[in-house]
């Protein structure tokens, strides 16, 4: 039986997968394995467990209708039961976040297929998936994790190198200092991030301010201001009071700068 690409978005935990076998053998499958569309959407590791024990597993075929979105489903029966750390779950929030911001461009290519052959333009489709602009929080509450977190996620898979993503899955790094070799340039960031599994305190990282284990003594300085600086960024192009709001942080800056 195949596994349902939705499925696939956390990692299968083979590790403890012979606790489960004995488990089963002493108690029984307790939980049914969740099946959509003839896949296995929840109950992998069940499905191999009574496979190694020869125990034919007890199913239960769910509808789109009881579902809803397949990944928020994998997403709402998992991340509770997995122990997984920030920097884990933001790698699979920013998976997700990509599905639904594609089914918006999607939607919204269609919307405009369908207003060129006779529906009036800015009619919404009450079925709309989450929009863009949207997707980041949502994912963000899904995995109780905020939203700045799931930006960080981003930066690291679409500026860093792959074995910064490595890291975080092997849980030999914090995405804050994941983060901050991301933001290096590429050349230098393979060096950072070897430095930082094995002292946690590499100098590059140092003057990316990523190392959180020094926050007391403002050794996230940098991180901070990183953080001020994405929030002034969703302050849109044209809106009229930009240039004013830019004009109150530069006057905020020197005067703190004076006082300095």
Known sequence: MKFHEAANIFPLDEEHLGELEDDIRQHGQQVPIELLDGKILDGRRRYIACG?????????????EEVGHPHDRVVTLNVHRRHLTVGQLTLIANQCRE?????????????GKEAGRGRKKGVKNSSHPISKGKSRDHVAAQFGISGFAVDQGRRVVRDGIPEIQDAIKQDKITLNKADAVARLPVDRQAAALEEAKQKGKSPAMKQANGDDSDERKGGTAFLQAYKAIDVLKR???????RKDAFGVVRKWI???LKQE
Request: hydrophobic content about 25%; proline content about 8%.
């Open 52 to 64: 190694n024990l020869g125990i034919q597993p007890k199913t239960t075929t769910k509808t789109r």
């Open 254 to 256: 020197a005067n703190t």
């Open 99 to 111: 599905i639904h911001e594609q089914e918006a461009k999607e939607r919204m290519v269609q919307g």
């Open 235 to 241: 302050i849109p192009l044209k809106h009229p009071q």
